[in-house]
């Protein structure tokens, strides 16, 4: 979460990078939960039907991502980002990884949209 934080306090996001760095971060969490329930094929255990309003799945989304949002924000304060403090080098590398990771954690979340389904 350091990595989104350090990010996000740079260019528009200055004036709310926790809260930037949070919802990155419960995005990535809710893209492993989806991925965890494609794989045993629980995806009827998630709040949507596809006859639902637009509204009413943003609701659901947002009803289902509140809890994990809120453990998230206890589990990591601000005032813990801000103290954290790393050299260049290892930030370079770990926003490499981190680029990596988000890309191979969407790619997976596709794969297992299309595969597991048609077993």
């Known amino acids: 979460m350091f990595l989104f934080y350090r990010y996000y306090s740079k260019g528009g996001t200055i004036r709310i990078p926790y809260f930037s760095a949070l919802c990155a ?6 893209i492993h939960v989806f991925q965890i329930l494609i794989i045993f094929d629980k995806v009827d255990w998630f709040p949507m039907k596809e006859d639902d309003l637009q509204m009413i799945k943003y609701w659901k989304l947002a009803m289902f991502l509140f809890p994990i949002f809120i453990i998230t924000a206890y589990l990591v ?27 191979l954690s969407v790619f997976l979340l596709f794969v297992l949209m299309f595969v597991i389904p048609n077993k």
């Open 25 to 30: 971060t419960v995005f990535l969490i809710y």
């Open 77 to 103: 304060k601000e005032s813990d980002l801000k103290n954290l403090d790393y050299s260049d080098e290892k930030i370079k590398q770990g926003g490499a990884c981190l680029i990596l990771y988000v890309l």
